[in-house]
């Protein structure tokens, strides 16, 4: 069957498909292509979904062409692979991630399910442990693979040969490594090529190496013997060896930027790593097979170099115009790279004496523009919100609090400071600014090393001083008390007081963006990004501390609610009705009644639609029951009963327990028989406490938000309550969780039900789930699959984030003893607010980020994530966080941009609330089974249309109204950073105009000097690679010539522009409104849009 790229295509917005299709020609289909292309997109604007697109048209394409179709992923780190290896899975299976270096590939290729048997393989790298080389040694299973390859050869088992191999694997576990290896099934082809490059004089010097290992206890190997230096020599042969049997037909490198050290060369010498995985990567970038083929390399990278660089920047940290000749180079290619870059080097000095000289220049600063856009667009393209909106900041409201110095804050500083100038630190004047507390927080500091090596021996001055700062510690005591801890810091305290409000520090989750009844809340997420790796520690702790603290935590209330609370006492909230999930559905009420003012009002429109559809007999039957199984009664009256047996265990370890789905169902399939009778109900209540399960039972919120989202299947389908059940037991774990059963005031745990039921429903569960399960289903490809997958799958990542564990943050304490100091380490528990680190790449620390990120685009906790700036480019944090808040400013406008790129995309939170607010009544649908927030988007997608617009970027990405990405900038009174936010907000206005020029302090300087007047015809002279979404282009034919005619066109037009008459301007102007004239344009002329 034909493989069609459409059905993936048409999920693309405009935009995106546009640049799907430009790219796509310039990598396979124009007459003189190219193998490398650049997709910058601002920030947030769907990258990944734009590779997704060009995977999908490049396999549609080759099929049929090669043998088998291998496309490469690869990025900076597992996080980011986590995030985004879902939405470039075109293939309709599951994907093929190796996530551990290339060299493992030959346990790849055979196994069952390899690549070796697939027609079309996604496999996933990370450079971290793919392309890194390094460690010479690499890690035991490379070394056991090197030696299971080349055993027959070397001819010896000998204790020497396995102390060359093993490394730093202890000798009795060497064994067990080479046991299993030999039970692999290893490629025959890359092991046939593999020892046919080890050639038979390097097979003697590893010989050579076990002997001397095998007769001396620390043999003295000779430099070509030494174990570490033959395994890096034999990994870079087998590395070089795995990319032909990858043999890539495309490769999509994500976050570019992170590469640049691989994309030239290195000297051997200086930087061996650096040499050795630049060669690989060189390797596989130009991959070219026997049969002709040829690997396209896609780069994703929304600043792709150093975007801006400032007179006060560090030189070591690279140059703009450098890095952006650089990459231009790579691009261009070996063959003529050298040639476009002279060509494009001078049309960008006439760019910038234009741009000089204006206003007088304009006509020819235009000509100039579309030169530089030309050529660049052969290798670039580039799409900006800015390209939609004359305003860029449209949807950004910048806020500034005023922040006070205390007297406290600067007793601190003082203390802390003595500390540091006695054990010679550095001065921590900028840490203070940051952080109270430093000596519980500097865990990677030189202040706590310094401190480490001498307290043993403190001078006297040392111990006073540790004396001294005693009060400025946290005290294990104070958190185990739940005491107040003072903020005694500016920044924290005005953190505090954004992040509590709307009442936050009592919340198990944010307010729903159009709620049930009643006006929507402001309340949203908080994401900090510090220069200092102590911060985001410092805000987790502190702020959870006291969290916490508000929500009612005692030290006594700690024991009582240690252990949580069963399934059988649980078990009520745990039943989905799938007769009150249909019957009191709130936005068909709504519809009906009008819009509830108060939960009251709501809770009293359901109970009348109850009285309508419960008749006498069933009420009288349903008032002798106890209210524990109200709802399981009214199914078992109507004949509805779950057919429990074909309702699937979805096991999660959020749960709390192993297992605990299939008690859960058991629980529920025998709870009618071991009813319990109350004989003295009254009537009326009945309706009243089905009113009550129906707004807030977890698993009915559940089952109605999923029924919305799987129409195809009635709602009491087994895979539809099967999955509201998974998601009821994770909502148990967080209302066990002791700060959620405190805050509830739980008085016993046979009635805490009710004290749940009553929460959620006052809370607007009901809509909270409607909005957050459409955005997983988006996130995670659901719509894809069979709607009783979808229901599962949907199910496992609400049950995830719901059910998070709080995070343990360490923290020290110094005092000061007669002769040394003593330092003891306590944990706190952070749940409210969150670290966020990529540091880890080890399995378990790539699972606990993955979750992190995810409960933070969840509605749940935390509502606070701190990070530092480094490593966050391509991951997203936008669902339900629309404040970003500079704890420190960033160097320079670029920064700022991505920062704020990590919230302000697709569908945020900013943008969702402002579509409820005015397209809200679109959720009313009157079959009840479509999600409202698509319902809602859509209506907005016609609104845009309606007026001639694409439906695009807005209304997806920006969306008028009254909310806004909230950027927050905390800078303390009287200091330099005051005076540098202001540059720097100049700076993010104008520095796209200095593009591709060295010295761009001084076109900046320039263009801040010019009136109101000029700076809006600047802002028209901007370098714009959008692709055109009309497609045009004329057919193949002109080639190169084409180009040539194109750019003595723009010669001519040039010279005709100096002319001064004001007809003759306008006239240019008008003509001048797109890059390269349309008379003039081939297929291998970008379709660029100014």
Known sequence: MTYQADEHLNLLKPFQRATVNYVFRRLFTDRQTTRQFLVADEVGLGKTMVARGVIAKAIEELTGKVDRIDVVYICSNQAIAEQNIKSLNVIGSTTKPLNTRLTLLPLEIEQDGGIASRPINLVSLTLGTALDLKSSLGTAKERALIYEML?????????????????????????????????????????????AAVGDEFIERIRAAAELARSKRNPNYPPDQRPAVMIGELRRVLARICVDALSPDLIILDEFQRFADLLHEHDEQSAPEKAAAAELARALFSYSG??????????????????????????EEGDHYSDFLRTMRFLFGEEDGDARIKELEQELKGFRRALQAMPETRVHARVQRDLVQHILGEVIARTERVDYTDDRNALVKESKPELTIETEDLKEAKAIAQVAAIVSAPGIVEYWKSSPYLLNFMREYKLRQKLQALKLQPSSELRSAIKAAAPFLVSKEQVESYAEIPLRNARMRVLADTAFEHGLDRALWLPPSRPSYGEPAPATKSLIFSDWSMVPDAIAALLSHEASRRMGMTSDLVSRTS?????????????????LAAWIDPLAMERRFGRAASHNELRLQAVEVLKELINAEQLLRLSGKSDRLLPLNLEDNLGRRVDWSRVGAIEHEGHEEHGAMARAIEVLRKALEAEDHSDDEDARDVYDKLADFALGSPATCALRALGRLCPELPLNHPALVGAAVAIALGFRTLYNQPESRVLLRETSPLNYWRQVITHAAMHDLSAVLDEYLQLVL?????????????????????????????????????????????????????????????????????RRTTLVQAAFKSPFRPFVLATTSIGQEGLDFHPYCARIVHWNLPRNPVDIEQREGRVHRFKNHAVRRNIAASFGDFAQSEGGRVGPWESMFEAARQHEIAHGRAGDIVPFWLCPGSEKVQRVVLIPPFSREVERFENLKKSLATYRLAFGQPRQDELINLFSAFGNDVLAELSDLQISLRPSTTGHARPDGQGRHAKGAAVAHHRRRLARGSESSMEGQQAEEGQYRRPVADSQRTIEDPDICP
């Open 151 to 195: 055993r027959k050869r070397l001819g010896i088992r000998h204790r020497g040969i396995q102390r060359v191999f093993r490394g730093g694997v202890d000798a009795e576990n060497w064994p067990g490594w080479t046991d299993w290896m030999r039970g692999q099934k290893i490629s025959e082809e890359i092991a046939k090529n593999f020892n």
């Open 290 to 315: 026997a049969d002709g083929s040829k690997a396209r390399l896609l780069l994703l990278s929304a600043t792709p170099y150093r975007m801006l660089t400032l007179n006060s920047d560090d030189p």
């Open 563 to 579: 252990r949580p609370i069963g399934i059988e006492e649980m078990m009520p909230m745990l039943y989905p009705s799938a007769t």
């Open 778 to 846: 988006e996130a995670e490809r659901g719509i894809e699959l069979e709607a009783d997958k979808r229901a599962g799958l949907i199910a496992a990542k609400v049950v995830e984030v719901v059910a998070l564990r709080p995070a343990q943050i360490t923290l020290d304490h110094w005092t000061a003893g007669r002769s040394r100091l003593h330092d003891k380490t306590f944990e706190v528990r952070a749940r409210f607010a969150m670290r966020f680190a990529t540091k880890a790449e080890d399995e378990k620390g790539v």
